[in-house]
């Protein structure tokens, strides 16, 4: 089975508990306004890899607590997914997924599969005129985190980081997480 992806980053701290894999996936349907992701929108080949091709290279990370999908809309691919989600788990990893749909609207067996490879949800459409400004791994202040299992518990948002910076080898920099208005803007 295959992936569509937009891009990997195989470590992060601002992308949920511990340092993680992420994993964007290309192609949302939802549109929201102000997306901060919009070249992940559109469903066109970009990044296509086989599932155990990129469950080896998540395995193949050292020191790594778990991966992390988002976009784009991890839902919209979730069968593949959530075999990676089973793979990963068993080697001991967790499973973390932002989702622009809310927990009731994923009603199909491809989402409850995803699901049941998932340890924590954080789920809602982004809204630009509700920023969470320093909520842990929220865009909007709508967006609900769910713990899915006992693996992880509220105290897990007191140590979330809230914003990395990145520097790839080709000299670009990739800013991920989730910072207030105030660090982007620069205002104290
Ligand atoms: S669900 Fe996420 S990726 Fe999709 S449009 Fe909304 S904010 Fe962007």
Redesign the pocket.
Known sequence: MRLNLARTLPRSAANGPGERFVVWVQG?P???RG????D??AFRRREVTEVADLVARIRATPGIEGVTFT???PFAQARALAEVGRAVRAAGLSVFV???YELAELATEAHRALLAATDVLVAG??VESDRAEGLPWR?SSNQRVHFLTARYGPAALDDAAEVEFHIDPDGSLTVTGFPRSSLLLGEH
């Open positions: 949302c939802l549109g929201c997306c901060w992701n919009p992940t929108w976009g784009g809309e932002f989702s622009g459409r982004y865009g």
